[in-house]
């Protein structure tokens, strides 16, 4: 259970900062 | 003899990094090379994982692809680590599966080139584990920082485009025509100085005092190798290279401590070859030997003068290779230790400290030089603002929202180390009322070496446990991606601006002015951030308080 939460953190910070890819993008207006 | 060595380490660096910047240069273009009889393994590669590499794409694409394959090597390495015990081969010693937090951290150490290291190698991994997971992230993880810097490069150099290389291409490249072949020349320079390497299970003897006692063997020299040339510091044994297997005599010591900084100085160079800009590259290699020459001088005072500190360090190294070690170490985001950190002069911490809160001294694998960069654009910003000139950087206008990237680059990484030691001095277990200078020395450590991505500890802080081992993973997360995202977006915005051409009212960037103002640019954020830190944890102790 302890290892199926820590996966599951790993993957919310791989999205937390894919997320900024499109944020950058926009402000870049590349 | 000690400080002979350190001028003879020094001068093989200086005399062989520019050749080997000539050559990265080569590499990154595609021109031809005498490691071109590795192409038909990388078509295959490519092939195998049905990428096209050969096409290329926009930051943002690049940018996904960095973060995919690394996000599927974090994966890969953790569920490995959580299965060790059941795979039945290299595993002689029958090593358990590692706890789930500390495979948490440890995979995370080693995905972003950190290799902090909350276990020790010799208790806790398998042979398997050992080259699979920690060796192979060793390479992809520095290779991702290479060919980060590489996709940098060619968005600086892009005019009109948007565009920026083709990440996949840059990556494999990395590893097979730069890492892989300088990691196997090293690793036959330790096998040769005495290094073990070999699959067996740790070797049973008698002690001289008739005590029975066991010693771990393994494939040592190939995991220091890659540990070293890819600014990586994770060590075989929990001592890293204070052990006598990992790092047997002084010669071995000179071998490795030329391996940590050959790879960062070279990439500077590379930059010049790269954008054929000589004249800068040349003002960014004064501006960082300047500093780490300092750092090197008062670190190596401060632990041979006076009480001459022979704590925790090998006597077949001495203290002034100790010393230059501790610099070259944290200056370069390796991490790698040949002597104990914790024993050091507070007068040492704080200099190592320092080294990380920079960040960019050389730095780690083509982040150091991300990193340099950040601060080269903001001084070109703040510059031109100061004398009314028009911003830019190589012909490449310097507008707002470049600026607004690079700051949130650069405050990330005090934000990550100054939350984090503030939160560990509250709630980390064991963390009474009276926190001590040097037990908060030691939290400021473990956060800033997370977030700089370095590795190297003071330990003390018996930091195998839940809260050390997620907070720092989450920090040295943050401390990776963001730094190498944001400046990403930055050659993404570059790489689709034209050339202005130079005037009269044109800010000059590659002379000794501007020089000087890069070093205070990066006094300047480092000091206002940090020094209230450092002021209530090694300085204080220096002080005498």
């Known amino acids: 259970m302890e290892a199926l939460l820590l996966m599951a953190l790993g993957l919310l910070l791989y999205v937390m900062v894919y997320g900024l890819i499109p944020f950058l993008s926009k402000l870049l207006e590349v | 003899m000690e400080i002979a060595a350190i001028v003879v380490i020094l001068i093989a660096v200086f005399l062989t990094a520019k050749p080997a910047g000539r050559y990265i240069s080569h590499v990154f273009k595609g021109e031809p090379v005498f490691t071109d009889f590795m192409r038909p393994l990388e078509e295959w590669i490519f092939r195998f994982c049905r990428v096209d590499a050969h096409h290329e794409v926009s930051w943002s694409r690049n940018a996904a692809a960095l973060l995919k394959l690394n996000l599927l090597f974090f994966a890969w390495g953790f569920i490995l680590l959580l299965i060790q015990g059941y795979i039945p081969f290299l595993n002689p010693d029958g090593k358990g599966?590692?706890?789930?937090?500390?495979?948490?951290?440890?995979?995370?150490?080693?995905?972003?080139?950190?290799?902090?290291?909350?276990?020790?190698?010799?208790?806790?991994?398998?042979?398997?584990?050992?080259?699979?997971?920690?060796?192979?992230?060793?390479?992809?993880?520095?290779?991702?920082?290479?060919?980060?810097?590489?996709?940098?490069?060619?968005?600086?150099?892009?005019?009109?485009?948007?565009?920026?290389?083709?990440?996949?291409?840059f990556f494999v490249r990395s590893i097979t025509r730069i890492l892989l072949p300088l990691s196997l020349v090293i690793s036959i320079f330790l096998v040769v100085l005495g290094t073990p390497n070999n699959y067996t299970g740790a070797k049973s003897f008698i002690t001289l005092e008739g005590d029975s006692a066991s010693v771990s063997l393994g494939p040592v020299a190939t995991v220091t190798s890659i540990k070293q040339v890819g600014t990586n510091g994770g060590g075989y044994y929990g001592t890293n290279s204070a052990h006598p297997f990992e790092n047997p005599n002084f010669i071995t010591n000179a071998v490795e401590n030329f391996a940590i900084l050959f790879l960062p100085v070279a990439l500077v160079f590379t930059f010049g070859f790269f954008l054929n800009e000589k004249k800068l590259t040349r003002s960014f290699i004064l501006i960082m030997s300047a500093v780490f020459l300092s750092f090197t001088a008062l670190t190596v005072i401060s632990e041979t003068g006076g009480s001459f500190n022979l704590e925790g360090k090998e006597v077949r190294f001495g203290p002034a290779l100790s010393a230059f070690w501790g610099v070259s170490t944290t200056a370069t985001s390796n991490g790698s230790v040949n002597s104990m950190l914790d024993s050091q002069q507070p007068l040492s911490q704080a200099v190592y400290l320092a080294d990380m809160m920079i960040n960019a001294i050389y730095g780690g694998v083509g982040v150091g030089m991300i990193n340099f960069m950040m601060y080269v654009i903001l001084s070109a910003f703040i510059a031109g603002l100061m004398v009314g000139r028009t911003p830019e950087l190589m012909g490449k206008k310097i507008e707002s929202k470049e600026i607004k990237i690079a700051v949130l680059t650069v405050l990330i990484h005090p934000v990550l180390i100054l939350g984090g030691t503030a939160i560990s001095s509250h709630f980390a277990p064991g963390v009474g009322e009276g926190v001590s200078f040097h037990e908060f020395t030691r939290m400021l450590y473990e956060f800033t070496s997370a977030a700089a991505n370095n590795g190297s500890g003071l330990e003390g802080l018996?930091?195998?446990?839940?809260?050390?081992?997620?907070?720092?993973?989450?920090?040295?997360?943050?401390?990776?991606?963001?730094?190498?995202?944001?400046?990403?977006?930055?050659?993404?915005?570059?790489?689709?601006?034209?050339?202005?051409?130079?005037?009269?009212?044109?800010?000059?960037?590659?002379?000794?002015?501007?020089?000087?103002?890069?070093?205070?640019?990066?006094?300047?954020?480092?000091?206002?951030?940090?020094?209230?830190?450092?002021?209530?944890?090694?300085?204080?102790?220096?002080?005498?308080?």
């Open chain 2, 97 to 169: 599966a590692m706890e789930p937090s500390l495979a948490f951290h440890t995979v995370i150490s080693f995905v972003t080139n950190t290799n902090q290291q909350h276990y020790s190698g010799e208790v806790d991994l398998s042979h398997f584990s050992q080259i699979v997971v920690i060796g192979f992230l060793q390479f992809v993880s520095a290779a991702t920082g290479i060919a980060a810097y590489a996709l940098f490069l060619v968005g600086l150099k892009k005019r009109g485009s948007h565009e920026t290389g083709n990440f996949y291409w």
């Open chain 2, 462 to 545: 018996a930091d195998n446990n839940g809260f050390w081992n997620i907070s720092t993973g989450i920090v040295m997360f943050l401390g990776r991606f963001i730094p190498i995202i944001g400046p990403l977006a930055i050659t993404g915005s570059f790489a689709s601006k034209n050339i202005v051409p130079g005037t009269e009212g044109t800010l000059d960037t590659s002379g000794f002015a501007f020089g000087l103002v890069i070093v205070g640019v990066m006094i300047i954020v480092s000091a206002l951030s940090f020094f209230p830190v450092l002021a209530i944890g090694p300085l204080a102790i220096f002080t005498g308080h």
